[in-house]
């Protein structure tokens, strides 16, 4: 790690309470909980609860419970608190809503009424594999303007700098670089319901709670550019970045909360112990 990246080093895992933590997970938070120790960083628990009804505090709980029996410790976090408190997204309203405001004031962001099919229906070629589809445009405005309108009860999007290249240098897979308008277009920032979207969240999140580095799984890489768009125009110094590769199942697919039997509360409530599941992590 360079010299530059270990002074006062803060990492940090942000598990989204929407279902039990599963094999894949634990491993990307071994990893950054590793990259934390190797240099007597502090590591921070955040829990990203914004995706609505999907989130319980129940799983936010079972969470907490089985990082902990997993062997994971963290310096700060919802359970221990810290000097960036509260850790919780959804107990952090009003720094997104002062984001918002900063994004709307530079003239970036605008009020966009397309639903998700809209979307879909309107791009020939659907992008497989992106989590958000490539925006066509339909409400975007000539050019960059200030909107007057409510921020709730409307979704906002931000205004990618078209053919603009984004890049990053990740610290396990190297260079990085997308073009904005091609790889990605404009994202969702705030949504309808009235609550930051997840780039948005995290982006405002890792900055003010001073994050030094970003470990996290390799499918959120495409969320790194708009991150980074994020922070650039919100003044603030992006993090380095270390993203992992993601665990396949045996049939190949990517590990996801629907595999029950490879949540820890199962491996758990199996018998095994924490030694034997982190055998297995690094097994496979
Ligand atoms: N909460 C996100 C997830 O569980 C991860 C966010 C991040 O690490 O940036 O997928």
Not at 132 to 143: D, I, K, N, V
Not at 181 to 200: E, H, I, M, T
Not at 205 to 215: N, P
Not at 250 to 268: I, M, Q, Y
């Amino acid at each position: 790690m360079a010299d530059d990246l270990r002074q006062g080093y803060r990492g940090r895992i942000a598990p989204s309470p929407t279902g039990h933590l599963h094999l894949g997970h634990a491993r990307t938070f071994l990893v950054a909980q590793q990259r934390a120790l190797d240099v007597g960083g502090t590591l921070i628990l955040r829990m990203d609860d914004l995706d609505g009804p999907r989130c319980t505090p129940e799983f936010s709980a079972a969470a907490i419970e089985d990082l902990r029996w997993l062997g994971l410790r963290w310096h700060e976090g919802p359970d221990l608190g810290g000097p960036h408190a509260p850790y919780t997204q959804s107990e952090r309203m009003p720094r997104y809503a002062e984001a918002f405001e900063r994004l709307r004031a530079s003239g970036l962001i605008y009020p966009c009424k397309c639903s998700r099919q809209d979307v879909l229906r309107a791009l020939s070629a659907p992008h497989e594999g992106e989590e958000e589809p490539l925006y066509p445009g339909t409400c975007r405005p000539a050019s960059p303007c200030v909107p007057a309108e409510k921020r709730d009860g409307i979704n906002w999007r931000f205004r990618v700098p078209d053919g603009g290249d984004v890049t990053f240098h990740d610290g396990h897979f190297g260079e990085q670089c997308a073009t904005a308008g091609r790889d990605f277009g404009d994202f969702l920032v705030w949504r309808k319901d009235g609550f930051p979207s997840y780039q948005l969240a995290c982006a405002v999140d890792d900055a003010l709670m001073q994050i030094t580095e970003v470990v996290r799984g390799a499918d959120l890489i495409t969320s790194t550019f708009r991150q980074l768009l994020i922070l650039r125009e919100l003044g603030h110094t992006p993090p380095a970045f270390f993203h992992c590769e993601l665990m396949i199942d045996e049939t190949g697919a990517r590990l996801a909360k629907r595999n029950h039997a490879l949540s820890l509360r199962t491996l758990r409530a199996q018998g095994r112990t924490p030694e034997e599941v982190r055998r297995l992590i690094l097994d496979v």
